[in-house]
């Protein structure tokens, strides 16, 4: 009776071990249906991208405003038009960049706002990373593109101004407060 019982417990422990190894290979089909085949950036995603650009503080939505991401190729293969336009009061205001690939293989870019300012960009996992401090404020950014003609804007203002030290002297900590944080949800559309 104990071998039966020992042998029934071997099954079971087994079947319990291959139940949970079909789970995990069952996660990493999920997460590739998640995370798909990288496309190639920045020439696999050139086209205009248009949506709502929301804008808010602590206190709720302060803005919504119509905006459009256009990346089209240059002359130069190194090289794409980086547009950001914004409708507002029914007036386009637009941000013409240069995006410049500095080494695809590491995945770093610059913005060139083409006024003198380059700002530097890392292109890790779909998502396009850019941060930067400008009048006592740090700006964190992030573009991420998504296979299926989506497009996720983020930009993420912080106070440099109100910052907060803690921790000790040998490894101290400085946080900061956020005030304002953008984010769009862009489509890709057809233009003719």
Do not use: H, W
Not at 23 to 28: L, S
Not at 67 to 75: D, F, K, Q, R, Y
Not at 171 to 177: A, D, E, L, Q, W
């Amino acid at each position: 009776m104990k071998k039966i019982v020992f042998l029934l417990a071997i099954i079971c422990m087994s079947s319990c071990m291959a139940q949970k190894k079909q789970k995990e290979r069952a996660n990493k089909n999920a997460e590739d249906k998640i995370y798909p085949t990288t496309y190639a950036f920045p020439k696999e995603y050139v086209g205009t991208y248009a949506g709502n650009l929301n804008v808010a503080d602590a206190s709720g939505v302060l803005q919504n405003v119509p905006m459009e991401l256009i990346i089209a190729p240059t002359e130069d293969p190194k090289k794409y038009s980086y547009t950001l336009a914004y409708i507002i009061s029914k007036k386009r205001d637009e941000r013409k960049y240069t995006l410049v690939i500095v080494d695809q293989a590491k995945g770093l870019f610059d913005l060139d706002e083409n006024n003198g300012v380059v700002l530097r960009a890392n292109y890790m996992r779909q998502t396009l990373f850019s941060t930067f401090e400008v009048n006592n404020r740090i700006l964190n950014s992030s573009v991420e593109f998504k296979n299926d003609g989506r497009v996720f804007f983020n930009i993420i203002v912080t106070e440099k101004a109100e910052s907060r030290q803690t921790g000790d002297k040998k490894t101290p900590v400085i946080s900061y407060n956020a005030i304002v944080i953008q984010k769009a949800a862009l489509r890709k559309v057809d233009r003719d």
